[in-house]
């Protein structure tokens, strides 16, 4: 168990640029989550994946935000045209799959739009 | 929908305190409730489950017992420590409604010497 990667861990972008997370899951958990979290919140969630079938969205994903798990395995997050109100920390969770299975979160990537 | 309502901090404490953090509710059937701890730089880690209806999680100290009567989580420790000053977030997942977990706001938690 080599626990959830992720990277980068920070990004500086500027706005209206786009940029793209990765997650690596830990390798027998089927399914794979990312979240949203800002300063005093908690995560909020943003999709989630059961092995490549992305099964739920929130309505946060938008037409700039998208995320792909292509084979089942590794996951990325794609934001494009970068706002301000992006700023966030992105935080990559993954489970197996049974009913009430606890989420391993990666350290997250910091993103920061100027 | 599904939601988790947390009590707000900051809370400070001194060292071997006792501490409770309330944890309430709203979700249809039968959902799993979680604690989460996360330490400064760190990212979230489980702390405890519970499953089902009057089971208690436990963990490092901390407990908390699933309430089905009152809709509540409230976490326990009898006496805290420096080194559980971190943000604490109580969640649950509803198989009823998707799998998606549902987040508190967090509460941060500070234990002095």
């Known amino acids: 168990d080599t626990g959830v990667s992720q990277n980068p861990r920070h990004k500086i972008t500027k706005r209206g640029q786009n940029v793209t997370f990765r997650c690596d899951p830990i390798?027998?958990?089927?399914?794979l989550y990312w979240y949203r979290q800002t300063l005093g919140q908690g995560p909020e969630f943003l999709t989630y994946?059961?092995?490549?079938?992305?099964?739920?969205k929130s309505r946060l994903l938008s037409d700039r935000l998208s995320a792909e798990r292509p084979k089942g395995s590794f996951s990325t997050l794609e934001i494009q045209r970068t706002e301000q109100g992006d700023s966030a920390m992105y935080l990559c969770?993954?489970?197996?799959?049974?009913?009430?299975?606890?989420?391993?979160f990666g350290n997250g990537t910091r993103l920061t739009v100027t | 929908g599904d939601s988790v309502t947390q009590m707000e901090g900051p809370v400070t404490l001194s060292e071997e305190a006792f501490l409770t953090i309330n944890c309430t509710y709203t979700?249809?059937?039968?959902?799993?409730l979680f604690w989460y701890v996360q330490y400064p730089g760190e990212g979230l880690q489980l702390l405890l489950k519970?499953?089902?209806?009057?089971d208690k999680g436990s963990n490092k100290g901390f407990e908390a017992t699933y309430r089905k009567e009152t809709t509540s989580f409230h976490l326990e420790k009898g006496s805290v420590q420096v080194s559980d000053s971190a943000v604490y977030f109580c969640?649950?997942?509803?198989?009823?409604?998707?799998?998606?977990?549902?987040f508190g706001t967090g509460t941060s938690l500070t234990v002095i010497p």
């Open positions: 969770a993954s489970s197996r799959d049974q009913g009430s299975s606890p989420l391993h």
């Open positions: 390798s027998e958990h089927n399914r």
């Open positions: 519970a499953t089902k209806a009057d």
């Open positions: 969640a649950l997942s509803n198989a009823n409604t998707g799998n998606q977990f549902y």
């Open positions: 979700a249809t059937g039968y959902p799993s």
């Open positions: 994946f059961q092995n490549e079938a992305q099964l739920e």
